[in-house]
């Protein structure tokens, strides 16, 4: 009985400590990933905000100070919502190894209600 519940016990962590690599494997692929694009979207648009406010700049040349207000003030603004959007989603994600985590906490309610019984 002892030998088994050991083996039991091996094959259980066994099967968890696979299932939280294949977890670190996939979190960490998704991470770069969006690491990659961010940084592609980041460079893209700050080129593209640089030629846009260059080309409004040129177009109303004698109303160009107002024209450089109003961008800057416009970006400050974005700046400051994509700031608390960017805080908020990292409030709301899911913590790390959750489905590894609950698996474990049913592999011990399951030992425990064995060990009562046995």
Request: aromatic share 8%.
């Amino acid at each position: 009985m002892l030998q088994r519940l050991a083996s039991s016990l091996l094959a259980t962590a066994q099967t968890r400590l696979a299932l939280l690599s294949n977890e670190i494997q996939v979190e960490k692929h998704n991470l770069l990933r969006q690491l990659g694009l961010g940084l592609a979207l980041i460079f893209c648009l700050g080129v593209a905000v640089v030629l846009l406010v260059g080309l409004a700049v040129v177009v109303w040349w004698d109303q160009r100070v107002w024209v450089l207000g109003a961008a800057t003030v416009t970006f400050v603004g974005l700046s400051w919502y994509f700031y608390v959007s960017l805080r908020d989603s990292g409030a709301q994600a899911q913590p790390l190894f959750a489905d590894s985590l609950a698996a474990l906490q049913e592999d011990l309610r399951q030992l425990q209600e064995v060990t009562r019984r046995g």
